[in-house]
């Protein structure tokens, strides 16, 4: 069939039918500028489709890529895109209006996660029995397997076997938490049955779990289905809504780091331990398209070097002596269509360090004992707290695997750096571990809080977590107070008195901690007022006012 694409979308013949049907439809010209739009496409993109028509279908975001179809004349191009925040399923294809000249149309269908997950695991092994709890534990279905384990003649009743036997407060661990975990139970038979509890998270947010069952006997052949079933729950477990601050260069970090979610290039995180480098490393895989693959961390400074080799890339059968018979997937296996997050990556020895070059340049690991390899499709995110330039001027890190690992640097900031994000972070930390503790307390006192400003924090924001941890346990009211915290976070070289007079005004103490706070910055920017004025987010001008303001020379 032709079609003058030339004309308005209203005068094709189609369009009634077009704008009613439940997919979105998105259709170009010769010219690749906007056509058609119906109401299901804007509300996907987040648009208005009359105020499109007639642009270019490169206004869009995210880019269609038209042009690369055309280029590579490919009639039809099935994917998945994120658009604003869903997950959809976008077919493009092309329309040949006369000979070797083209339009291009696209059809747009949200994918919902729920189903699909719910779907893929039904249509695993039929050797597991399944049930699917939603979040507020209720059954949602089983399937022919867990219904023999559970003989019943009625939804009801089958429902009623399953409580008595799965325990309601491992089905609420297993939302709440969001985490994977397996336990046994007997059957009536006697029969030994092992549960394994997969939360369904989407955004960080638990939706469900599913539960599958199988006699204990099998749980060695299913060894690797399960393993990997502890990594597959759709998302990592933050996003970056988990990242909280308002400080102007944490702001760029996350900024930095949604751009890179994009991509699949290498993504290398430094800074202090307790900054947050494995939330970031969590968000970066959650923004990206693969946040439905697994994601799989690897902390290589608490894996003896002797089995670091063995944890990173797997063994056949016979490898070495108590090995497995049926061998091992390595965790860049475990990782195939996800990311793997190597933490502590400059704990790693340099002959480590050489087979990870490889596995990154040739994008395929070979397990001890095999004779072939295994191709992998994984995106690498690694983590340090050391100065990888330094350690390759010392030889102690390999120079090929550093340029390999430095193509997009997230730095983050230390807290003694993020002052004004302190009290934002403060409560933040006692909201969540009330939620965590089952607690009540209410607020931090605004004593506290300076206390928490004034002390430099070593141990970072996992310092201060753990410090608000201990004053929940210790608090007696609805507020933490001085008393609640310990001496050495009141006792620092300064010993701000908060007894009454003059020279113990509020206004003295925020005065000194600004004057230290700004000499310290200047200090670590190598007296560039420029760069200091920027770190502490506040204009050049200001910062000249107030080094006149405490008489602050360089």
């Known amino acids: 069939m032709s079609l003058n694409l030339e004309l308005h979308s209203h005068d094709l013949l189609l369009y009634p039918i077009l704008q009613n049907i439940d997919e979105g439809i998105l259709i170009t010209d010769t010219s690749l500028n906007i056509i058609f739009c119906n109401e299901n496409a804007g509300k996907i993109l987040g648009l208005n489709p009359n105020q ?38 976008v077919t493009r294809g092309l329309l040949e209006i006369r000979p070797k000249c083209y339009a291009a149309y696209a059809i747009l269908r949200t994918i919902d996660s729920f189903k699909e997950y719910q ?16 979040k507020n534990a209720h059954l949602l279905y089983s399937n022919e397997v867990c219904r023999g384990l559970f003989p019943s003649n009625s939804s009801s009743e089958l429902n009623q076997k399953m409580g008595a ?53 099998l749980s060695r052949v299913n060894e690797w289905e399960q393993l990997l079933g502890q990594y597959q729950q759709g998302t990592a477990r933050y996003c970056i809504n988990n990242i909280v601050g308002n400080n102007q260069l944490i702001c760029e970090q996350k900024a930095l780091a949604a751009k890179a979610a994009r991509s699949v290039s290498t993504v290398l995180i430094t800074g202090e331990s307790g900054t947050g480098k494995e939330i970031f490393a969590h968000a970066i895989h959650n923004m990206s ?6 994601f799989v961390k690897v902390n290589c400074a608490a894996v ?52 990870l070059l490889r596995v990154l340049q040739e994008r395929e690991v070979e397990r001890i004992g095999s004779l072939s390899s295994t191709k992998v499709n994984i995106r690498v995110i690694a983590a340090t707290n050391q100065n990888l330039a330094e350690l390759v001027s010392e030889n ?32 933040h930390l006692l909201h969540r571990l009330n939620q965590e503790l089952g607690t009540r307390v209410e607020k931090i006192s605004p004593e506290v ?88 987010n506040i204009h050049r001008s200001v910062l000249y006012r107030k080094l006149h303001k405490y008489n602050i020379k360089l």
């Open 119 to 134: 779907l893929n695991s039904l249509l695993q092994t039929p050797y597991e029995g399944i049930a699917v709890f939603d």
């Open 304 to 355: 003896p070097e002797t089995l670091l080799e063995s944890e990173l890339f797997g063994y056949n059968e016979g490898a070495f002596t108590g090995a497995l018979k049926e061998g091992k997937p390595g965790k860049f296996e475990l990782a195939n269509h996800g990311t793997i997050f190597l933490d502590e990556i400059a704990d790693m020895s340099l002959s480590m360090q050489a087979k």
């Open 449 to 536: 809080v300076q206390h928490f400003c004034s002390y430099d924090w070593p141990g970072n924001i996992r310092e201060l977590e753990n410090i608000i941890e201990r004053a929940v346990n210790f608090c007696e009211g609805n507020t933490i107070t001085v008393k609640d915290i310990p001496d050495n976070i009141i006792q620092r070289k300064n010993h701000y008195s908060f007894t009454t007079g003059s020279h113990s005004s509020l206004g003295n103490i925020l005065g000194k901690h600004e004057k230290e706070l700004i000499e310290e910055v200047l200090k670590n920017c190598g007296g560039n007022k420029s760069k200091a004025a920027k770190t502490l």
């Open 165 to 217: 036997l799965i325990p309601w407060t491992n089905l609420q661990q297993a939302i709440d938490r969001g985490k994977t975990f397996s336990t046994e139970v007997l059957l009536p038979d006697e029969q030994a049955l092992r549960l394994i509890f997969l939360p369904i998270m989407r955004h960080n947010r638990s939706l469900g779990v599913i539960v599958k069952s199988s006699p204990v006997k």
């Open 52 to 89: 499109i028509l007639d642009q270019n279908v490169d206004c869009l975001k995210p880019h269609l890529t038209f042009d690369n179809i055309l280029k590579g004349q490919h009639r039809i191009v099935k994917d998945i895109k994120l658009i604003n925040e869903d997950e959809v399923n």
């Open 289 to 294: 398209p693969r946040r439905k693959g697994p």
């Open 396 to 427: 102690k890190f390999r120079e090929d695997l550093f340029y390999r690992l430095n193509v997009i640097v997230l730095n983050l900031l230390p807290l003694r750096q993020r002052v004004d994000d302190i009290p934002l972070l403060s409560h």
